[in-house]
C-alpha cells in the first residue's frame, strides 16, 4: 500500500495495533521500491545500545530512522544516538517514525 491521503478512521485503527517489526518490514519495503539501500542491525544485543534501527542511503542522502509502535518510547540510550547523528555536519535527515506517519515516510522516501 502506498498512502496517497490522510488515512482514514479505519487505516488509523490498524495503524494503532501495528507491531513494530511489521512497521520496519512496510519502511523497508517502501525504502527498496524507492531506490534507497537500507541497514538494519539484525541482532542488536551485540551491537551499541541505542543505534537507531534504520539508516538508509541515496545518493547524497542519508535517512536515520528510530521505528516505533504507537504507544513505544524512545529510551534514553535511543535519544542519545538520534542526538548525535542530528549534529553531524552533513546534516543527516533524523526521525522517530511511529504508523500514523507512513505518509511523512513516504513523502521523505520519494
Not at 13 to 39: F, H, P
Not at 49 to 70: Q, T
Amino acid at each position: 500500500m502506498r498512502p496517497t491521503t490522510k488515512p482514514s478512521a479505519g487505516r488509523l485503527k490498524v495503524l494503532s495495533i501495528m507491531r513494530e517489526e511489521d512497521w520496519q518490514a512496510q519502511v523497508v519495503r517502501w525504502a527498496r521500491r524507492m531506490g534507497w539501500d537500507t541497514y538494519h542491525t539484525w541482532d542488536s544485543r551485540h551491537s551499541a545500545a541505542g543505534f537507531p534501527d534504520l539508516v538508509l542511503l541515496r545518493d547524497e542522502r542519508m535517512v536515520v530512522a528510530e521505528l516505533k509502535s504507537e504507544r513505544g518510547k524512545t529510551t534514553e540510550s535511543q535519544d542519545l544516538w538520534l542526538g548525535a547523528f542530528q549534529k553531524v555536519e552533513l546534516r543527516p535527515e533524523v526521525f522517530v517514525w511511529r504508523p500514523r506517519d507512513e505518509l511523512q515516510v513516504v513523502e521523505v522516501l520519494q
